[in-house]
């Protein structure tokens, strides 16, 4: 078996990708990269291979990259060209080491042409780019994580009088755990699933973020309704509460409940509500060999599903 390597172990992904593999296959099959050396630190009895990598540096990725058979490339957290350059930049090391599988985490949306929100316009161009190597390729198109709606369900709770107000509408999502997504990535890395293939990574059930309010009122006893408003309104909120519009400078520190920008908030909720990121599969099961989470059993383990400190980095 080759080398795979991995990116971004030190983000909230990658370190339980990262953890979820090692249990998958030996460690001395393993490179793990980080643009952040100091969080390398943590692999370090692991018997994996550490390697420093920076995204913006071509010719230092084709360093971090020697030697690999399949690499696990986590998408950037930060959006626009600078993501689109650390993409490429990716793919092009890749390609240049002679890596022959490439499993890249996209997300939902992705394959619908109209959908053009702030998220999936870079994921569309890294897939196209990919495609065009020749290079075998997975995507992983993950459903909206659980966990960013946990932290708008417990701001609403806590401080909007038990109302959530978004601009979501009556539009379906299959929201799934950030750590079941990280679960199939590990999977496909080890070598789960077929190459030049799309994968959805979803929840069990689509749903209305009005269902998804009532399950987890039910589930947890604290009340939560839902309201309505227009994509106007949503930004307004936002800036009320100090979240940046965009991703440059320091994004994810600005608003510890809302660790995103606005932009990609407010234009992932319109396509939610346009319907355009309604897929439900039961690709994670096939690629892990069981079901993901329920958004009922993601609030029956409430503590475990945080979203979590991020960084403009991570």
Not at 15 to 40: C, H, M, Q, W
Not at 198 to 211: C, K, M, R
Not at 260 to 277: H, K, N, P, W, Y
Request: overall charge negative; hydrophobic content about 35%; glycine content about 8%.
């Amino acid at each position: 078996m080759g080398k795979i390597i991995m990116t971004g172990v030190d983000g909230n992904f990658g370190g339980y990708a990262a953890r979820r593999i090692l249990e998958l296959v030996p460690a001395d099959n393993l490179i793990f990269t980080s643009p952040n050396k100091e969080k390398l630190k943590a692999y370090e009895n692991t018997g994996v291979e550490l390697r420093y990598a920076d995204f913006s540096d071509l010719e230092q990725l084709k360093e971090a990259f020697q030697g690999g058979d399949t690499l696990l490339l986590i998408s950037m957290p930060f959006v626009g060209e600078r993501r689109k350059t650390a993409h490429k930049n990716a793919v092009d090391a890749a390609v240049a080491c002679g890596v022959k599988r490439l499993i890249y985490t996209s997300i939902v949306g992705a394959g619908v042409e109209e959908c053009d929100t702030y998220e999936v316009t870079d994921h569309k161009y890294t897939e196209a780019y990919i495609k065009e190597q020749d290079i075998n390729y997975v995507f992983l198109r993950d459903s909206q994580y659980a966990e960013a709606m946990v932290s708008a369900f417990e701001e609403a709770y806590n401080n909007t009088n038990g109302v959530l107000s978004n601009n979501m509408g009556e539009g379906h999502m299959a929201f799934i755990s950030r750590d079941d997504c990280a679960e199939a990535a590990a999977h496909a890395a080890a070598g789960a699933g077929d190459n030049n293939v799309v994968y959805y990574i979803s929840g069990p059930q689509a749903l209305t973020i009005s269902e998804f309010l009532q399950i987890a009122s039910d589930t947890t006893g604290r009340k939560v309704a839902y309201n309505s408003i227009t994509d106007d309104e949503m930004y307004a909120f936002f800036d009320s509460l100090g979240v940046p519009r965009n991703t440059e400078g320091k994004w994810a520190e600005a608003a510890k409940n809302f660790p995103f920008c606005s932009d990609g908030m407010v234009t992932f909720g319109r396509a939610i509500r346009l319907e355009q990121m309604n897929n439900c599969t039961n690709d994670f099961e096939t690629l892990t060999g069981r079901k993901p989470m329920s958004v009922k059993e993601i609030f029956e383990n409430i503590k475990n599903h945080k979203i979590g400190n991020r960084t403009s980095t991570d």
